[in-house]
């Protein structure tokens, strides 16, 4: 696939050794493709509906045929207030993996007695995205190569050793630079089924059409302004009219939540991404990458980076920018200062690619809770159910969200729904201003930790004592 917009005079930006990314598009790459589906129109009149689904994710998307494939005859409405996969869906690295819990080392801290069930579920999550995606034949850049972690100072490779003997999937230096050539490679972990890349908006279009063949009914440019009790009835209030749902399952992601007791426990925080446009056969010989991994740094601030079918190679992360007032707004998504010290780094990394330039830069804000993966709930006496709190591990995870929703709007006890992951909280965080000194604390000690060989300074041990300690 190849996205419209072009970068013009590229190669003579690079040579600056800043990819010339003040001139890419500032939009996302994955939205940026002649391949878009033409819009669906919004609600214009009251409707009735025995599931109403909002949010044109992949957490709505996967509710919604989910609900159709379980119960064909269910009447199921999706709602959606800009276009479906406008905001994180299409906006993010394009990484599904099958760790539902942001990683094993988080995982086994906050659930130790579930783990290995946690584990399988996620891998059982991650086959049936692969199964979907195959059975569809979807057009959507699906590669299950793996994620390769790379250390790139010397206490990150005993970090990722985790202390033990040398790993199954360890390679030292030389072997992960004869997968990936970067001179800061020291030594890496490569999780070959664990994982996988794919265009996201590709597959949220796919999961759009499969629900539109599935009998859904999906109202775009739909704002849902409030909900409430009506009768035995939720009534969600929107601009082309009120939709009455038997029950209702929230999928808005980092937008403010229509359920007061959930808005606490999120914060939107701003990732960054730049797209460089397609390497040659030349300049991807030059750092090898014959088997298309995903990749991430193994530094408490990291960078992730894939490539993409056409070759272009996605370079993201490190900063986390979060704003005053859990504010999310358009004019975030854009960041100087970001794109600058990421368009540094990408040269660092890969010094053999001076010549490339980027075409595209964007931003978007991730559901971060104080655990670092999803939770559940219901409201409204079961009618209503949510989940929230991803924190970067959306594309693959929402999917498994997707069921614990539909279990928990069905009352039904499940596998699922007994998991001490879904019957409990992270904590919420503090108030403003009190909740940004809190954020900003975090994220300087974070880099400090960086900085100073992963030691972590008295707060961050502070935080890993109350159960809210972030190392990935």
Known sequence: MSAVTTLTGSSSAAGRRDGGWERAAPISFWMDDPAAPPPLPPLDRPLHTELAVVGGGFSGLWTALLAKQADPGLDVVLLEGERVAWAATGRNGGFCEASLTHGEPNGRNRFPDEYEVLARLGQDNLEAIDAFVRQRRLDCGWERTGTLSVATEAWQVDELRGGGPQPEDWLDAAALRAEVDSPTYLAGRWDRDGGAIVNPARLAWGLRDACLEAGVRIFEQTTVEGLERSGRAVALATAGGQVLADRVALGTNAFPSLLRRVRPRIVPVYDHVLMTEPLSDEQ???????????????????????????????????????????????????????????????????????????????????????????????????????????????????????????????????????????????????????????IEATRRSIAAADAHEGQRNAWLRLLDRIGLGFDS
């Open 284 to 438: 991807l010989g030059r750092i090898g990458w014959r088997n298309r991994q995903g990749i991430a740094d193994a530094g408490n601030q990291f960078h992730y980076y894939r490539l993409t079918t056409d070759n272009r190679i996605l370079w993201g992360g490190y900063d986390a920018i979060y704003h005053f007032g859990k504010q999310v707004r358009p004019a975030y998504d854009q960041r100087p200062a970001t794109f600058r010290k990421l368009a540094r780094h990408f040269f660092e990394t890969f010094p053999q690619l001076e010549d490339v330039g980027f075409t595209h830069r964007w931003g978007g804000a991730i559901d971060t809770c104080s655990r670092f993966c999803a939770f559940f709930g219901t409201a409204l006496g079961g009618r209503v159910a949510y989940a929230a709190g991803y924190t970067g591990v959306g594309v693959g995870a929402t999917r498994f969200g997707a069921q614990v929703m539909l279990d928990l709007l069905a009352g039904a006890r499940t596998e699922r729904t007994s998991l001490q992951m879904v019957r409990s909280k992270p904590l919420p965080f503090p108030p403003e201003p009190l909740g940004w000194v809190v």
